[in-house]
């Protein structure tokens, strides 16, 4: 994807929603939500002055191994991969909104000539630029994508949303217990812990925590936030 992408999809305004379709979402946050259950992922990868390549995930901190960086690049790579397949397949549909214009669907056509891993946010047409829509970016039914999303890992072997992801909610079920452990007295909130928790655990979203909260807060005493359970 060039620099011109980019700077279209970030300066064009989208709708909020279409006629029949209702509410939509830019192709890029889609990815951003499969790939690391967020709705973006601003990280920041420069060169020291050694040479090497630095890493900084949206949080501000360093990604410090090479491992890391690698989980995260295929972590997108895993969720363009399968959103390429859906696409292509039928299984979502895309659509664009040319100004002054009618909502257009892309056609699935048009998926057999992108790479799978290397989705661009704007549409670049079949035949030529000159092609109708070409040059907007590409949205996605909010709708249809959560409910395609919620059943990726039953369709597809592994860790749909990404290799680390799993971990990452493992890591926040383990982060739960102890932090349980030191607030005996239940004075943290759900959303303290919440907040904390995204911030420390690479990897994690707001999906994956709720995940990870309700598989370990009830037996933990914390049904409601920050409050024992009612006998």
Not at 41 to 44: I, K, M, T
């Given at each position: 994807m060039g620099d011109d992408d980019w700077a279209r999809v970030h300066t064009?305004?989208?709708p909020a929603s279409l006629p029949d379709i209702g509410p939509v979402m830019a192709l890029e946050e889609a990815l951003c939500w499969l790939a690391y259950d967020k709705p973006s992922?601003?990280?920041?990868v420069y060169q020291n002055a050694a040479g090497d390549f630095v890493v900084t995930g949206p949080n501000?901190?360093?990604v410090p191994s090479a491992l890391e960086r690698a989980t995260l690049i295929e972590q997108y790579r895993t969720a363009a991969r399968n959103m390429h397949a859906a696409l292509l397949g039928g299984g979502l549909l895309s659509y664009l909104a040319p100004e002054n214009g009618q909502p257009l669907a892309v056609p699935r056509l048009y998926w057999?000539?992108?790479h799978p891993e290397r989705l661009s946010p704007v549409y670049r047409?079949?035949?030529s630029t000159t092609d109708l829509g070409a040059g907007c970016p590409i949205l996605l039914s909010r709708q249809t994508f959560d409910e395609w999303r919620d059943e990726l890992p039953s369709q597809i072997d592994g860790s749909a949303r990404g290799p680390s992801l799993a971990s990452a909610e493992h890591q926040c079920k383990e982060w739960l217990l102890k932090r349980f452990t030191e607030d005996s007295d239940h004075k943290r909130g759900r959303e303290s812990f919440q907040?904390?928790?995204l911030e420390q655990i690479n990897g994690l979203g707001q999906r994956g925590f709720k995940r990870a909260w309700d598989t370990?807060?009830?037996d933990a005493g914390r049904?409601?936030?920050g409050r024992k359970p009612k006998r």
């Open positions: 064009t305004p989208l992922y601003d990280a920041e501000g901190k360093l057999n000539r992108v047409g079949i035949s907040t904390a928790a370990v807060a009830r049904s409601k936030p």
